[in-house]
């Protein structure tokens, strides 16, 4: 079946580290890309997107993502996490017409950064 | 303040009974949707409706059925037929139904317990 995949499920760094956070899909076409993220507390809501264009997308609170169409990947950064990044992040998928024009979602990474 | 409500935050239900979730936006987008979301595991689509008085039915419809009368809301009715009940349901919405791009919005979701 097709799917995203987020490989990790728990991530815990120190304030000032970097981030990756992996996803990885598998359709084969023209996908839009989204990642969401939920602050404890709070609504689900976009940190950024991509659908054409550039391959690095910056979105809100200093993150960005790459689109890298030869490897699937549409992994998250920042290059120094703060405390208050600690959250759920949501790598999501539309494949247009091989997703039903849905959103298909990642598992989700929980990151927990130590003050 | 615009944005989506649900009610009601936290949900008890017994065995055999039907209970129904409140999803209301006054955002003026056309598009609602229905997910589950349990732990471990990505936001799954129950039921997603384009338009007022129409409704499609996502991976996991089954014991679940919604309505769609007025564009600001989508409830969602959990049966005694769904197995197995128990889980978080965000409600979210997007400006127009079948954009792939389209950023969704989300509600602070219902936390259902069958006791």
């Known amino acids: 079946a097709q799917s995203v995949s987020q490989h990790n499920h728990h991530v815990i760094l120190s304030e000032a580290a970097s981030l990756e956070l992996g996803c990885n899909y598998s359709y084969g076409g023209t996908v839009n890309l989204f990642w969401y993220v939920q602050y404890p507390g709070q609504h689900l809501q976009l940190l950024l997107k991509?659908?054409?264009?550039d391959p690095l997308v910056k979105g809100i609170k200093g993150f960005e993502a790459e689109f890298i169409k030869s490897k699937f990947s549409f992994n998250l950064r920042k290059p120094s996490v703060q405390w208050s990044d600690t959250a759920e992040y949501f790598c999501?998928?539309?494949?247009?017409?091989?997703?039903?024009?849905?959103?298909?979602w990642g598992a989700g990474t929980k990151l927990i950064i130590k003050p | 303040d615009g944005g989506i409500t649900q009610s009601p935050k936290y949900l008890f239900r017994k065995e055999g009974q039907n209970v129904t979730l409140s999803c209301e936006q006054n955002?003026?987008?056309?598009?609602m949707y229905w997910y589950r979301q349990d732990p471990g595991q990505g936001l799954r689509l129950i039921y997603y409706s384009q338009i007022v008085n129409d409704f499609q039915k996502g991976d996991i419809a089954e014991g679940y059925s919604v309505s769609r009368e007025k564009k600001e809301s989508f409830p969602l009715t959990v049966t005694s037929a769904q197995k197995n009940p128990t889980a978080f349901y965000l409600c979210?919405?997007?400006?127009?139904?079948?954009?792939?791009?389209?950023?969704?919005?989300f509600g602070p979701g219902t936390r259902l317990t069958v006791l």
């Open positions: 979210a919405s997007s400006p127009v139904g079948g954009g792939s791009t389209d950023t969704q919005y």
């Open positions: 955002l003026n987008h056309d598009a």
């Open positions: 999501a998928v539309n494949a247009g017409v091989d997703s039903n024009y849905q959103l298909i």
């Open positions: 991509y659908f054409s264009g």
